[in-house]
């Protein structure tokens, strides 16, 4: 069957009308954003594009030839022209005068700052003389995975010829370098020696291409990329070939509830030296992999593009599970396969680490391999975790591909070797090629990669940690979630009013980012459905760190009168459900095995006998003295605090209308029946306020500051103990 020359897998987008209205950096962020907008084309935050533009110059008003780039550390599908470095070419060119050598290339990206074309903070990517070298207007360097692939075959160069004859291309190929000044001399030279080329695939890393107009650029970009898988899926085809060797094990039908009650204790043994957040895949792509007889040999090679294993270290973690055994195995399967992967990452960084190298990071894995059930990725954050596994599925798609290049026989050579490291440094398998741990530890633990995390903004005070709020659809709960939010904190917002949670994930969302936050129904009653909200938490973020509780109940009649109903259901859902609650939470922090912590809400009634309220007070005094004994009970790891606040009136679901009424009408205090609930509230909370030494009525948010403090580490010695947020109420003073 003869090849498609034109596109098959991806869309040319570009749109004229669009295109035709921007000027030239406004075309590179649309050129951008439409390239970062396909992880087919390259994968978050990776890659680079370029253009080179004649802008007057601030100075003297000349025309001067700029360099626009991708910034350090931008993603080209949500870049923005602020987004882009800005260098005078002919400052960025006279650098290769004072160029000393790859050895000491490290020290021109502090020279990158002195080519600023105009008052630009951005600071200019690791890849700018990639960009600067090349002789053509606009630039794109990418890191597609059928590029990838390419690049990383044992038989890459000989592939690369051959789709250049069936393709009528022109790429040239370059042995491993790692990005930097010298690589991009490398670059010139090499197009210098081979007119009319049209890209240039980088062994090992990924693929260069180039227009001289934007549109150009965009259409060679997308058009190789596309006929490069074209070309792989040719070779996949191929009678016989199975990817990965094929199946080895069966994937559990189970899994999502394996992977659901295995994630707090993974997540825990690699959250020792810091938190981590979560993520679980089952994808396809995932499956067949670790489902396959090659997947233990593959994983262990590590990645091959720079952009890969920045993020996913230098190879995943692979338990040796088989799927046809019990979910109880597991646990200690992690415990022998991370004792493993500490100590070879151990080995790793004291084989290769230099008087220069920045001190060792986390030895924990940011990927988890298990057969059967699929792929646990870690970040920071969510989005980041999500992000990790989806590099992770970048890599598989790699070996895949590179394994399909390799049907047909062996390669006797290893064209990714050069300068940079000789073929005995390159293992193979497969077809794949995987970089030498020497190159993979030089740009894991580079200086200007320990720059990069540094620039990044500081971690808030509850960075890393999974926070379930339980009555958090309003008052106090809604209060705890939008800050929480603020100090960093993943949250989950739980009610029993499912929209009134809703509606609070989407204004912590508005805060946090959408990854960060979520919603789910709860009834403290019902162990079933408390463990419910528990599993809605851990499959979003992959476990709990802080578990904080406002809902509770004050019961009222017309008459005033208590049914021993009423009674009863008060103490259950003041007492009795937090008990519940703590309970279920308490066998998620013991399977984490790292600190946590446990937040409830009393009241001031606790402690001052009222005529008409015995039922709330009762269950108050219950809850209080429950707090000191959870509190001893879940020692050492695990801080059992409490509030208690005085009468919260704005914002509660405890204080409806015709409940105010009745105490305003109770304390004599005169209002009108045309006056709004708020208003009725608002009287109601002045009139508490009296009652005060401060005089200050008592807001949501003073009690979500309390909560917050005993909730995170700054309360990391204070346990059993409870906050008053009273105002001063000397009536609560303990005696």
């Known amino acids: 069957m003869p090849v498609q020359k034109g596109l098959r897998f991806l869309a040319d987008r570009w749109d004229e009308a669009v295109a035709g209205t921007l ?25 680079n594009t370029s253009s080179k533009l004649d802008q007057a110059d601030p100075l003297d008003s000349k025309a001067k030839q700029v360099l ?66 090349l002789p053509f207007a606009h630039v794109d360097h990418l890191h597609p995975d059928w590029g990838i692939a390419l690049a990383a075959s044992a038989n890459g160069k000989i592939k690369m010829e051959e789709f250049n004859r069936e393709f009528g291309h022109k790429l040239v190929w370059l042995p491993w370098q790692r990005p930097g000044f010298e690589l991009g001399m490398m670059m010139r030279r090499i197009v210098e020696a081979n007119p009319g080329c049209d890209g240039v695939v980088l062994g090992g890393h990924g693929l260069f291409t180039w227009g001289y107009t934007q549109r150009e650029s965009y259409l060679n970009t997308i058009t190789i990329i596309d006929q490069i898988g074209q070309f792989i899926e040719r070779h996949a085809s191929v009678a016989g070939h199975k990817h990965f060797a094929g199946s080895q094990v069966k994937s559990r039908e189970d899994r999502a509830e394996i992977a659901l009650r295995i994630m707090p204790y993974l997540r825990g043994v690699v959250s020792r030296k810091q ?198 659809g309003s008052g106090i709960g809604r209060e705890v979630a939008l800050m929480a939010a603020e100090h960093g904190a993943h949250v989950m917002v739980a009610d029993r009013d499912v929209k009134g949670a809703e509606a609070v994930a989407l204004e912590t969302a508005a805060i946090s980012g959408k990854e960060a936050v979520d919603s789910t129904s709860i009834d403290i009653r019902e162990r079933k459905a408390i463990k419910a909200a528990l599993d809605a938490t851990i499959k979003q973020f992959g476990g709990i760190d802080i578990l904080i509780n406002t809902a509770a ?90 509030i208690s606040p005085a009468t919260v009136v704005k914002g509660s679901t405890m204080f409806p209308r015709d409940r105010v009424v009745a105490s305003l009408k109770k304390y004599k205090l005169p209002f009108d029946d045309k006056n709004s609930d708020d208003e009725l509230r608002n009287m109601l909370a002045q009139f508490y306020a009296t009652r005060t030494l401060t005089h200050q009525p008592i807001d949501p948010k003073d009690c979500a500051r309390a909560i917050l403090f005993l909730a995170g580490p700054q309360a990391r010695c204070t346990t059993g103990h409870l906050i008053p947020v009273d105002g001063g109420l000397t009536e609560a003073y303990l005696r």
């Open 23 to 47: 000027d030239g950096p406004e075309l590179l962020r649309y050129r951008s954003n439409l390239l970062g907008s396909d992880l087919r084309i390259t994968n978050f935050g990776g890659g």
């Open 68 to 133: 626009w780039v991708k910034g350090s550390g931008g993603d080209l599908g949500s870049i923005k022209r602020t987004g882009f470095a800005t260098l005078y070419m002919e400052k960025l060119l006279s650098l290769e005068r004072v160029y000393r050598g790859v050895e000491l290339e490290d020290e021109m990206v502090d020279l990158y700052p002195l080519c600023t074309f105009g008052n630009n903070p951005v600071a200019a990517s690791i890849d700018t003389p990639l960009h600067a070298f």
């Open 275 to 472: 938190r981590w957040i979560a993520n679980f895949s089952d994808a396809s792509e995932v499956l067949e992999f670790v489902n396959s007889a090659q997947a233990e040999r593959l994983a262990h090679l590590g990645t091959s593009c720079p952009d890969h294993f920045i993020r996913t270290k230098i190879r995943p973690m692979f338990i040796k599970w088989n799927p046809e055994g019990e979910p109880t195995e597991l646990e200690e399967l992690i415990d022998t396969a991370l004792e493993t992967y500490r100590a070879e990452y151990a080995q790793y960084y004291s084989r290769y680490a230099v008087k220069e190298s920045p001190a060792v990071r986390d030895s924990n894995p940011t990927v988890v391999l298990v057969p059967g059930l699929g792929m646990f990725s870690f970040g920071k954050n969510k989005a980041e975790s999500r992000i990790t596994g989806e590099f992770y599925i970048n890599a598989i798609g790699v070996m895949k591909s590179a394994g399909a290049l390799g049907t047909g026989g062996d390669c006797k050579e290893i064209p990714q070797a050069g300068p940079a490291a000789t073929a005995d440094q390159f293992t193979v398998y497969e077809n794949y090629v995987a970089l030498p741990p020497s190159e993979a530890f030089r740009i894991e633990y580079w200086k200007l990669e320990e720059a990069k995390i540094r620039r990044q903004p500081p971690e808030r005070e509850l960075s890393r940690r999974i926070v379930l709020i339980v009555g958090g």
């Open 553 to 642: 109940l004050f019961p009222s009649s017309p008459d005033g009168v208590i049914s021993d109903a009423q009674w009863a259901l008060t103490l259950e859902v003041n007492v009795t459900a937090n008990y519940l609650l703590t309970d279920e939470a308490a066998k998620i922090f013991s399977q984490q095995g790292i600190d946590a912590s446990v937040v409830l809400t009393s009241s001031a009634n606790a402690v001052v006998a009222k005529r008409g309220s015995e039922a709330y007070d009762v269950s108050k005094a219950a809850l209080s003295h429950l707090v000191r004994e959870l509190a001893v009970t879940l020692s050492p790891h695990v801080r059992v605090n409490g």
